[in-house]
């Protein structure tokens, strides 16, 4: 009897193995699939404490992995989340309760609610020159729309341009009179629209580079000036007082190098034909050069002199 259920029951040790195997794997996928389900699945949370606290823990860590101040990363997101954690992210780096978007940092704007483009492209904005003067002004940037500006209106630390009462704010005074390029200041400019600090600055500084405007066509030339700034500047500025003037035959090459037009070897050849052929009877014989031509001339022509 007993050889008889041995013989039914008998498994070789091979088959043995495998069948092992089989359990193994068997258990070790539904181990995973429970593993699984109980991860991925969405089950409700019914206690108001744990959503609120995975709600600020979302929102810390959102905040905490945005780009840097100096990143040019954009958001292509159709969506916004506003971000209302006003906990101290960072040791010194506290949000304060309302925000100069002329001064706020890329983290303060999107921890505020700015969408992260609109962010950016305000940091760009101030980069360029730009200041923001009233709350209003915001409405300019993309992404604000008039829902979300008077969601973040409450956030910025800027004064309305027409509050709801109907009286209006005293704006910066704007100058009427033209503006004269080779007289003025940083802070005549300032008061022009779409004229901000830094802008000013560089429209002073390549003044004094070139010894004077001659033109006002020439504060195209000047980095970060937009075509449409250009349009308000030429409708308010204008030259009055004379620019320097550098005379073709007392100059030496480093007098020349101090025009931003003129490249060394240009200094070079005018020196050059001044000394081969005499002094220049007048202006225009510098075309005589191999290295002035048509367009370098007429830039360069009204700094100079034959006395």
Known sequence: MKSIWDDIFFIPERERKGILALLIILILSYTFYSFRQRIFSDPEIQNTEEIKALNEWSASFTAFNEPSEDSVLHSNSPTYTFIENKKQFHDGDILPEKLNPNTASYQQLIRKGFPAHTAASILSYRKKGGVFRFADDLKKSPGINDSI???????????????????????????????????????????????????????????????????????????????????????????????????????????????????????????????????????????????????????????????
């Open 149 to 307: 500006f008077q969601l973040l209106l409450p956030s910025i630390d800027l004064p309305r341009k027409s509050p709801l009462t109907g009286d209006k704010k005293s704006e910066s005074p704007i100058p009427t009179a033209l503006i004269d390029l080779n007289s003025t200041d940083t802070t005549t400019l300032i008061a022009l629209p779409c004229i901000g600090s830094k802008l000013a600055s560089r429209i002073i500084q390549y003044r004094d580079r070139l010894g004077g405007f001659h033109s006002v066509s020439q504060l195209q030339e000047i980095y970060g000036l937009s075509p449409d700034c250009f349009k308000v500047l030429e409708s308010r500025t204008t030259i009055i007082r004379p620019w320097n003037r550098i005379s073709l035959n007392t100059c030496s090459v480093e007098d020349l190098k101090k025009i931003p037009y003129i490249k060394y070897q240009v200094a070079l050849a005018i020196i050059s034909y001044r000394e081969k052929h005499g002094p220049y009877s007048t202006v225009e014989d510098i075309r005589k050069t191999d290295l002035v031509n048509d367009e370098l001339y007429l830039k360069i022509a009204p700094y100079f002199s034959v006395q």
